[in-house]
């Protein structure tokens, strides 16, 4: 048999999952940026903040769904839905309340420790096969947030912990949204997100506007920053948001191993590094760059192991 048709055949089955990486890691790259927008709604408490983050894009898709969607959204029969959409707003009050209370860098960070568990999850959950390689992969990533926390040093702070916690509901989160990524509609899927999370968040947004300064909020004081920049922060939030569900979708959808793309999450890592430095001139201690780099190179090796078994499926 010639080579030339074998490489050939690699070369397109290995391509789909290429575009898939990028999908990710372009999806990670809004994480970072919705993180970083976070930072800008300085004044309003961060449980207002993750009420916005959800119902503002439930409020832009109502102009694209039909019946159908409506129907799935409200409905009580998918429980698993409810628990994704109860997960994603315990992981984004989180997350939001770590990026703007504390380091841009570690918030993202830790609340990505939920692809070291998405594996494990989607194992015993799920029945998914875990490759030797990608373990290896979430290995490395699992030593470079060991070498950016330095635990031994600094111990973990409650901000730390609270991103913790972000990232363990994140897991379960994003294998739920694998799941319904196969069998429904992307603008249904986020639309039932966002809707059902919304609902659920609510008492979460009574609260945060109890307490939050309406006074110096409008009057764009020191404590808070001016009103149009929080439109704006709120409003490139939304795109973000958007962004990153759409192109999760995108990149779960036709997948038979969720595992494989979990690693690209932490794009998000090196992202917020250099939107630290970049914005803000934080620069990343050495322990923080190592860690990003073997961050980086643990889904360079996940990625490869999934590539391998595609192209071994193909022949």
Not at 96 to 115: E, H, K, M, R, S
């Amino acid at each position: 048999m010639s080579i030339a048709p074998l490489t050939a055949t690699a070369a397109v089955a290995a391509r789909p999952l290429l575009l898939r990486a990028g999908l990710m890691a372009a999806a990670s790259t809004s994480l970072a940026l919705l993180a970083l927008l976070s930072r800008y709604t300085r004044g309003l408490a961060p449980e207002l903040v993750t009420w916005g983050r959800f119902i503002l894009p439930a409020l832009i898709l109502t102009a694209f769904v039909r019946g159908p969607d409506w129907r799935a959204a409200w409905s009580l029969a998918d429980r698993p839905g409810w628990v994704r959409a109860l997960c994603a707003v315990i992981a984004q009050v989180c997350f939001v309340f770590a990026a703007t209370q504390g380091d841009l860098l570690q918030a993202v960070l830790l609340y990505n420790t939920g692809p070291l568990f998405i594996p494990l999850v989607a194992w015993l959950w799920l029945g998914e096969r875990l490759r030797p390689a990608t373990l290896a992969g979430l290995a490395l990533g699992f030593l470079g947030v060991l070498a950016v926390l330095q635990p031994g040093t600094r111990g973990l702070d409650p901000l730390a912990l609270i991103a913790l916690t972000g990232g363990l509901a994140m897991a379960v989160s994003q294998v739920l949204f694998y799941r319904s990524a196969q069998r429904q509609p992307p603008l249904r899927n986020q639309f039932k997100l966002y809707t059902q999370a919304s609902l659920l968040s609510l008492p979460l947004a009574a609260l945060g506007a109890a307490h939050t300064p309406w006074g110096a909020v409008l009057a764009g004081e020191a404590a808070s920053e001016p009103v149009w920049v929080l439109s704006l922060a709120l409003l490139g939030m939304t795109a973000c948001s958007l962004g990153n569900q759409s192109l999760r979708d995108l990149a779960y959808r036709g997948m038979d191993n969720a595992s494989t793309l979990a690693p690209l999450m932490y794009v998000a890592v090196p992202v917020s590094a250099a939107l630290d430095w970049l914005l803000f001139d934080r620069v990343a201690a050495p322990s923080a760059l190592l860690g990003a780099a073997l961050v980086v190179a643990g889904a360079v090796v996940a990625l490869r192991s999934g590539a391998r078994a595609q192209r071994a499926e193909a022949s």
